[in-house]
């Protein structure tokens, strides 16, 4: 993976460094203590992931985040945990917090590694084909739940609620639910064709439908609207 470091503190800078040189199998492009820069080399080279602290001069990591359309992965690497919240909601690989331990480095770049192999294969169609069937053959799914991969059988969920940039995974057991920053798009990749698009809010396991009543389809004891756009393919899944 090709790396690019961004801090504004020399010693943070040669920390990162030494760790990266330990792992081996990564190409430190550039660093740079100028967030202004980040714009420039992102340009002029293929950057794979960005080590980015949070506090620094004329713009702060959180905020060059934000004016990138088109961004890597990235780490933040910080000395203040209070922005934890904020890295989830930028969808950030990982938060590391200064003085950072080599174990914890590395567990980061083991999500880093995840990641960008799963890019990989999706720019390969055929690789990602792959993919996708075999987790679909084995009935379960993982998705990034609290810079956590939590593994999600299938077979358990109910249904799927859109809420602006998140989905709400309803579970069958024990009636708890899972929220992860993500799309329908990319969750219905990873899912079976037993689940299905019912709302432009809702996707929902097949399997989990107890009845259809009054416009409404009863999904354990929730109830379900279908919307107008859904109503003609969901009716002929369902036979009605």
Avoid: W
């Amino acid at each position: 993976m090709n790396c690019l470091i961004v801090d504004d503190e020399p010693l943070a800078v040669d920390v990162i460094v030494s760790y990266v040189e330990q792992v081996g199998d990564m190409n430190i492009v550039e660093t740079t203590n100028n967030p202004l820069e980040v714009i420039r080399i992102l340009k002029q080279h293929q950057i794979d992931l960005v080590f980015l602290d949070i506090e620094m001069p004329n713009l702060n990591g959180i905020d060059l985040v934000k004016t990138l359309d088109h961004l890597p992965q990235f780490i933040f690497t910080t000395a203040y945990p209070q922005y934890a919240l904020d890295g989830f909601n930028l969808n950030a690989t990982d938060y590391l917090v200064k003085p950072i331990p080599f174990s914890r480095f590395l567990k980061a770049i083991s999500r880093a590694r995840e990641v960008y192999e799963l890019r990989k294969s999706r720019e390969n169609g055929r690789e990602f084909a792959i993919v996708n069937e075999r987790i679909q053959s084995k009935d379960y799914i993982f998705v990034k739940a609290e810079y956590e991969n939590v593994k999600l059988e299938t077979s358990n969920i109910l249904f799927i609620e859109g809420l602006k940039d998140y989905l709400k995974i309803h579970l069958k057991n024990d009636g708890k639910a899972v929220l992860t920053l993500s799309n329908f798009k990319e969750i219905q990749q990873k899912l079976p064709s037993n689940f299905i698009r019912v709302h432009r809010s809702f996707l929902v396991n097949i399997n989990a439908i107890v009845a259809y009543r009054k416009g409404k389809l009863i999904v354990g004891s929730n109830r379900i609207s279908i919307g107008e756009t859904y109503k003609k393919k969901v009716f002929e899944v369902l036979g009605i």
